[in-house]
Antibody, heavy 126, light 106 residues
Framework: QLHLQESGPGLVKPSETLSLSCTVSGGSISSKSYYWGWIRQTPGKGLEWIGS???????YYNPSLKSRATISVDTSKNQFSLKLSSVTAADTALYYCARHNAPFGVVEGYHYFDSWGQGTLVTVSS | DIQMTQSPSSLSASVGNTVTITCRASQYISNYLNWYQQKPGKAPKLLLYDASNLEVGVPSRFSGSGSGTDFTFTISSLQPEDIATYFCQQYDTLPITFGGGTTVGI
């Protein structure tokens, strides 16, 4: 049974960098058909895809984050991570990591988020 | 970005009733649409992919249809455990975007 668990600080100061990790258990992050994604949720903007990465390093980002987001993968730890720089109160959200099932990649064919972590609340405040 | 508009934003129905939610895309997305269920305090759960394909283990009372810009999600016989918020999500064009959600109550 695949399990994803987010970890990281729950409070980040404005202008600083938010850092989260997602540890994957019950499956390999190097599996061929999968990307690994970050999605955040706020009451105001709803669900927002941040980006997805494959173990090979292939990455797709949501341009709305204007290059503030960096996603990386550590296959030795079966983990992937998110860094979001220059945060503001607008980045306060529930952050989810998820398995992005994409057998044909993220730009063609079907793909979907089929397994999610429980989510971690990150508040941006001084 | 492709905007996904769901309606209604909330609804109330009785156990055993049929519930229908619509999702409209701001441009053509073929059948590149997924549906998720989110219960309070929980992460979203995939129910349907490719507009109408049921994820493994999901009850058959959930179904989806549509193509192009207009899509429908149906719960054929509402059960108490179906109380949740439902989201559509398009993947035709990056960035992936989600609808605003429909909260189903009893």
């Amino acid at each position: 049974q695949l399990h994803l668990q987010e970890s990281g600080p729950g409070l980040v100061k404005p202008s600083e960098t938010l850092s989260l990790s997602c540890t994957v258990s019950g499956g390999s992050i190097s599996s061929k058909s999968y990307y690994w994604g970050w999605i955040r949720q706020t009451p105001g903007k709803g669900l927002e895809w941040i980006g997805s990465i494959k173990h090979s390093g292939n990455i797709y980002y949501n341009p709305s984050l204007k290059s503030r987001a960096t996603i990386s993968v550590d296959t030795s730890k079966n983990q992937f991570s998110l860094k979001l720089s220059s945060v503001t109160a607008a980045d306060t959200a529930l952050y989810y990591c998820a398995r992005h099932n994409a057998p044909f990649g993220v730009v063609e064919g079907y793909h979907y988020f089929d397994s999610w972590g429980q989510g971690t609340l990150v508040t941006v405040s001084s | 970005d492709i905007q996904m508009t769901q309606s209604p934003s909330s609804l109330s129905a009785s156990v055993g009733n049929t519930v229908t939610i619509t999702c409209r895309a701001s441009q053509y997305i073929s059948n590149y649409l997924n549906w998720y269920q989110q219960k309070p305090g929980k992460a979203p759960k995939l129910l349907l992919y490719d507009a109408s394909n049921l994820e493994v283990g999901v009850p058959s009372r959930f179904s989806g249809s549509g193509s192009g810009t207009d899509f429908t999600f149906t719960i054929s016989s509402l059960q108490p455990e179906d109380i949740a918020t439902y989201f559509c999500q398009q993947y035709d064009t990056l960035p992936i975007t989600f609808g605003g959600g429909t909260t189903v109550g009893i």
